[in-house]
């Protein structure tokens, strides 16, 4: 049995902050150096079909930000095939050493539909895009047959790359699977402290402490203003977003918050931001005046978050006040 390792109060050693593909190139700039200057210590670039393309966004912040590291989420091989996922990987590791992580994930629902993308089966897809995908990385001639994909003998040209390979998963199976194979578990913005720990219990196996080599990533949608109804009304919009997925039930059961989250997708911008109540956004999300936010960090990080990557910012200001309420714990 592996040594558990100790949860609750712990330094704050982790931190990144979350893009979402919507930012023009200035606004990226800014809120990226937000971040630098912050203290972040990574930018996770989320994959949104028809938003602004990762990769290349990767490429450009990793040679303007030469402190940050870049973590590619989620990427789907239903869209992309994994050689081709680990070909980007790993170039990108080969300009930039030691600053590039891979996060693999099945794609969200609704960005799938609308680009005509099934997804079957996707536990096992999952399991084979890590297998292949890890295999490259390492720099091996890889044979690979798999149901879903295969590789005939061939090697990535940039050699062996150090890029760690994480997977975005909530339900049981894919969350084994994420703490068994991967090197770190990646839990969507959104969650409560409930769901959170249940997340972390069924990635370990119920163990103290996750394997030395999966960490537990938490998106968090952040939020701060001395005001807290201010900074409970920047959170809203990004849940309204979430929250309607059938995916996040067990979520709002385990938090007791009651949505109805077929009302929440079928209902208008505005209509939907009145259906998050305040006691939502408390439940699902870190809003509020700064030692209001840092306890409901501290929350998350003691329901066993390794790191926490900050969500749902649409300006360098809103990064700028979050990282600053957590610098007393840095």
């Not at 930018?43 to 990762?54: G, K, P, S, V, Y």
């Not at 990635?203 to 701060?224: E, L, N, W």
């Not at 409970?232 to 309204?240: E, F, I, K, Q, V």
């Amino acid at each position: 049995m592996r040594t558990p390792s100790p949860r609750g109060a712990r330094p704050l050693t982790s931190v990144g902050v979350s893009f979402d593909g919507r930012d023009t190139p200035s606004s990226l700039f800014a809120k990226a150096d937000a971040a630098a200057a912050g203290g972040a210590d990574a930018i996770w670039l989320a994959t949104h079909l028809f938003q602004r393309e990762t990769v290349a966004t990767a490429a450009t912040l990793l040679a303007r930000q030469p402190t940050l590291k870049v973590v590619l989420v989620a990427l789907s091989p239903f869209v992309i095939h994994p050689v081709y996922i680990a070909m980007a990987a790993a170039t990108l590791a080969e300009f930039h050493p030691g600053r590039v992580a891979l996060c693999l994930g099945v794609g969200a629902p609704l960005d799938l539909a609308s680009a005509g993308v099934a997804a079957p089966r996707p536990l096992e897809a999952m399991r084979e895009a890590l297998q292949l995908s890890r295999s490259l990385l390492a720099g091996e001639a890889t044979v690979f047959k798999g149901h879903r994909f295969q590789a005939a003998e061939r090697a990535l040209a940039s050699g062996a790359q150090d890029v760690p390979i994480l997977l975005a998963a909530s339900g049981p199976k894919m969350l084994r699977l994420a703490g068994d194979a991967s090197d770190g578990v990646v839990l969507s913005a959104g969650a409560s402290v409930e769901y959170l720990r249940w997340c972390v219990e069924t990635a370990t196996g119920g163990d103290a402490g996750p394997p030395a080599r999966a960490r537990i990533h938490a998106f968090v949608y952040a939020a701060v203003d001395a005001d807290p109804a201010k900074a409970r009304d920047l959170a809203r919009a990004p849940l309204t977003v979430v929250l309607r997925g059938a995916h996040h039930g067990r979520n709002l059961e385990m938090a007791g918050s009651r949505l109805d989250q077929g009302a929440l997708a079928a209902a208008d911008p505005a209509s939907a931001v009145r259906l998050i109540t305040d006691e939502i956004v408390d439940r699902h999300a870190a809003a509020g005046e700064p030692e209001t936010f840092r306890r409901r960090i501290a929350a998350y990080r003691a329901a066993g978050a390794d790191s926490i990557v900050l969500a749902g910012a649409r300006s360098a200001a809103e990064i700028e006040a979050a990282l600053a309420a957590l610098a007393p714990q840095a």
